[in-house]
Structures are given as C-alpha cells and as structure tokens.
C-alpha cells in the first residue's frame, strides 16, 4: 500500500505510460534489431504474466472478488478480465500450484520459461501434486528451457504417466470416452465431417492417411487440405473394393510403440510405453497392442541401438487359422463381430508368462479388447464356455474432471 502523501505514480500507472510509447519506438528499431526485440517483448510479457499470478494468488486468498458479486475466481477474471472460461482457470491453476514451486517461480518472473511451458508445469503439479513435481522440478524446468511447448508437453505427460499411472489411465478412458463422428446429410452439395478421436484412434487414422498421401507430385496443384480428404476417401473405398491399403517403403503402415520389458511386464516404476507422434500411452494400451502385435516395437535402449523389432505378428498363421475356427468372431458376451474385426488376446497375457497357445488365446473385437486391457474387465473360459466380467472394481476415475 502507497503511503500517504506518496505522489509518484505507480509501477502499474508508469509501465502502462511506457508501453504507450512502445509501437512508436518499435518503429524506429532497425530490421536487424528487430528480432531480438521482439523476443524481449514476448519475455516481458511473461515476466506481466508472472507479476499477475502472484497478485492474483493474493486476490485468491483474500476472497476479495466476491466484493464485486462473482461467485469465483475464474467467474471474475471471465468478466473483469475478459478471459475465456479455459484461459481464466489456467491462470488460476498457475497462481494456486506455483506458490509451492519455487524454481518454476523464480524462472517464470525472470521470463526465462515461456508461459505455456509453465502452464503446463502448474496443471501437471495439479494432477500429481505440487510435491511431486517438486522433487523433479529442476530437470523438467531443464526441459522446458530447450523445448518448444507441444514436445515439453509430452515430456510433462511421460512425467505424469510415470508418477501417478491411474489417474494417467483414468485421463486416457475420459478421452476414449469423448470420441464421436458426425457426418451430415448432404447439404448444397457438401456433407460435413465432424468428430473427436482419442490420441491412438488418432495416431491410426493419420497413420493410415499418410500411406495414402506420397509427396505430391510438380503437376499436383490440390491443396493439403484437399489431398487429406482425397485419402481419407480413398480409405474408405479400398475395403469397399476389396482391395488393401498397399505397402509404404515395402512395408505395411503400422503404427510404432516404444516400451521397456519393464512397462509390458506393467513393473509400477517402468518408464511410460512411447506411441510415435502421440508421445506417453498407459501401458495397459501398449500391453494391448503387445498381445496380438500389429505394432512395431522398440523395446529400449538395447533394441534402438541395434534395430527396430519390425511388426512382427506375436500369433504365428496355424495357431491364428485354430482360433478363427474355434471362436468364428469375438467371444465377448455374444459380440460376435467377425474374426477380421478381432485380435487374438492372451487370457493370461504373455507379458505375465501366457503362451501364445490356442487354450490362453480368445479371438475377441478391438472394443472388447480394449475393455479387457484398459478398462479392467476380465475374459475366462470354463467348461467350454466364456465368461467376461466387469471390474470389480472400476478403474478410478479419480482424477479430478476436467
Ligand atoms: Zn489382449
Ligand atoms: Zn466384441
């Protein structure tokens, strides 16, 4: 507080007459200057950001916004702020998660991180507890200072999926959940796709459009946008013509995971399974793939010195032809969705020391399959006959809702 009789301007009063006088400067800068310039205005603007989050932790626990009749925080900063809903809580989230992280605080107010950088820091110390983001602070602030923030947001997920793996898990079900795909009637002469995939569903679908997508030739003037939905197209016509998605480089289009002995063994300390282009997976996702593999595999340090273990199918043909026979489709509750639709899971996974042998096997559909693996049902065969069962205990959905 100013004391009394204190004429000079605030800090505040004075930056503000400063900035107004910054396009005016910026103008006169030289072109060859102008880059570093600019860099130091972003840092600014962090260094506001940073002065904002600790006033605003005040404001927090002061509770003062309810003098202006908002009923929270992010409400207030939503109007008298003009923040969007989202943008409102990341700041909030900031303010509240930082006071316990003082190494993030001290870089985000020298401007040395980027925002987004501690954005996520702060959301990831919401999920797992500041405490633990605490105790690796210092490497995940090493790798936020090298990296742009989509790859420090893998490396902050990897974190996440490593420490606290069911609450990682129970992310991953909420974004499974929140898939859908809408396609319109035809309307002048357009339909209009509109949907959500998870990160895998994702990954495969632009996995299998990328096979369809060489690099356009010189006489190719269609746009990226317009070459996407000619493949998508194509995807769609080809199982239609009975004919198949074709080789790219003398290979089938397969989707890579990385993962450690450790995490298909589902060891608690094991380093979070890598899908290429997505980043961590829970390793209930990567033991899936790894049950009936049509993935390739990195399994670790060893392997990626060496050679990529190509996708290898884990089911050998004779043993797959018996399981076609046995079962006909997926075993599930009568599913029966037909054996092309299906995999060939593990009733004891062989990553648990299963074998690969017709009475540990089940044919059953990607959507039963992903329900046994990541969302705790359990698949028996008794007397001849199957039995699923729902979790006894569902997976946690601890994780607080977004
Ligand atoms: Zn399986
Ligand atoms: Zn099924």
Not at 6 to 17: C, E, G, M, T, V
Not at 253 to 278: D, K, N
Not at 350 to 357: E, N
Request: one cysteine or more; aromatic letters at 4%.
């Amino acid at each position: 507080m100013a004391a009394s009789g204190d004429r000079r301007p605030s800090p505040l009063a004075q930056l503000k007459a400063l900035i107004g006088g910054l396009p005016a400067w910026l103008s006169e800068v030289d072109d060859s200057d102008l880059g570093e310039e600019l860099v130091g205005i972003r840092e600014s603007v962090v260094q506001l950001e940073a002065a904002f989050a600790g006033g605003l932790r005040r404001f927090d626990k002061s509770g003062e916004y309810k003098a202006d009749g908002a009923v929270s925080l992010i409400d207030w900063l939503r109007w008298k702020a003009k923040l969007s809903g989202g943008a409102a809580m990341e700041r909030v989230t900031i303010a509240r998660q930082l006071e316990q992280l003082p190494q993030t605080l001290q870089a985000f107010a020298s401007g040395d991180v980027g925002y987004q950088h501690v954005a996520l820091l702060a959301r990831t110390a919401e999920k797992v507890g500041a405490a633990t983001v605490k105790d690796e602070e210092a490497s995940l602030l090493k790798a936020a200072g090298t990296m742009d923030p989509g790859r420090f947001a893998d490396v902050a997920r990897a974190f996440e999926y490593r420490v606290d793996h069911a609450a990682a898990l129970a992310e991953a079900n909420r974004a499974f959940a929140r898939r859908y795909l809408h396609i319109s009637d035809v309307k002048d002469g357009l339909v209009h796709l509109e949907g959500l995939l998870d990160a895998e569903g994702g990954a495969t679908l632009k996995t299998a459009l990328d096979a369809l997508m060489p690099p356009p030739k010189i006489d190719d003037d269609r746009t990226p946008g317009q070459r996407r939905a000619d493949a998508m197209v194509e995807l769609a016509r080809r199982p239609l013509d009975g004919s198949k998605l074709g080789t790219v480089g003398g290979q089938r289009p397969h989707l890579v995971i990385t993962a450690s002995a450790e995490t298909l063994a589902g060891l608690p300390s094991a380093p979070p399974a890598q899908l290429e282009g997505v980043g961590a997976i829970p390793m209930e996702t990567a033991q899936r793939h790894a049950c009936d593999a049509s993935v390739s595999w990195l399994l670790g340090q060893a392997e990626l010195e060496s050679e990529t273990s190509h996708a290898h199918q884990r089911i050998p043909a004779p043993t797959r032809r018996a399981l076609v026979a046995r079962d006909h489709g997926c075993v599930v509750n009568h599913c029966g969705r037909p054996a092309s639709w299906c995999d060939g899971h593990h009733l004891t996974w062989w990553t648990r020391g299963g074998k690969t042998a017709l009475p540990n096997l089940a044919l059953v559909c990607g959507r039963h399959h992903r329900m046994l693996h990541e969302e705790g049902w359990t698949l028996e065969r008794r007397d001849g006959r199957w039995l699923a069962k729902p979790p006894s205990q569902r997976v946690p959905a601890n994780a607080r809702s977004a």
